[in-house]
């Protein structure tokens, strides 16, 4: 479970007038679950592109236990990603035509062709673990909220140490969001993994450590997520949200 520390990165775009990104100082603790909010076109997208690699910023650095992906061309960010990041995106990107299992066992299969029998094991017990009942069932056939149940199964089987979601219940109603945001953080601790999760969505973010805002690129708020209250009925959770980090570091 890797931590990520963020140093003064600017990520921009020609015929922009500013960044669309500008973040002095950003640390995140192995196996901290973050959850990164604020309103369309703040950044959200483009943080979690900076953060995964697959965009390199225009300035700044982007150490992964003290690594920095940045410097790394992009075959090395594609190649770092595949082996440690799982991915959760708001519209599943799952195969249809595939089962659930073969899902979840495709970007293995992507990476090394032949998929043993440990690896097939540990898929059918993630499915199950998700509550997918059966597996072999064709994925274009389950609910939304089964789909994303998978699609968090696949994120989670090579065991990265950083899991990241865009969106992950934006998608789903409220009952399926609630269970896969649970199921997401659930299974994040469970494996020791790090969590960046860009979400709108209340539930979820009161299931995390800790929220950062973002406005216009950047963080404006950053602080720990209160447990207590955030599991009352039909209430947003209580935060203590702190004004760290805030301004331009310049
Ligand atoms: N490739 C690009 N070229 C030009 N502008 C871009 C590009 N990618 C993002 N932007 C701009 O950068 C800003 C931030 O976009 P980003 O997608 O990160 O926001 P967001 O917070 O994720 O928004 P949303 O919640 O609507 O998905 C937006 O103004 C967007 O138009």
Known sequence: MPGLVLDDISVSFPGLAAPVLEIARLAITPGEAVAVTGPSGSGKSTLINVV????????????????????????????????????????????????????????????????????????????????????????????????????????????????????????????AGAVVGELLTELSRKEGATLVAVTHDDRLVARLDRQVRLKAGRIVADGPVMREGATGEGGSPSMAFASSDVGSGA
Do not use: C, Y
Request: proline letters at 5%; a positive charge; zero cysteines.
């Open 52 to 175: 995964t690699g697959l965009e390199r910023p225009n300035r700044g650095r982007v150490m992964w236990a003290g690594e920095d992906l940045a410097r790394r061309s992009e075959a090395a960010r594609d190649a770092w990603r595949a082996a440690n990041v799982g991915l959760v995106m708001q519209d599943f990107h799952l195969f249809p035509g595939l089962s659930a299992v073969e899902n979840v066992l495709l970007p293995a299969r992507f990476r090394r062709l032949s998929v043993d029998a440990s690896m097939k094991a540990r898929a059918l017990d993630l499915l199950a673990h998700v509550g997918i009942a059966r597996p072999a069932q064709s994925v274009e056939t389950l609910s939304r909220g089964e789909m994303q149940r998978v699609a968090v199964a696949r994120a989670l089987l090579k065991r990265p140490g950083i899991i990241v979601a865009d969106e992950p219940t934006a998608s789903l109603d409220a009952e």
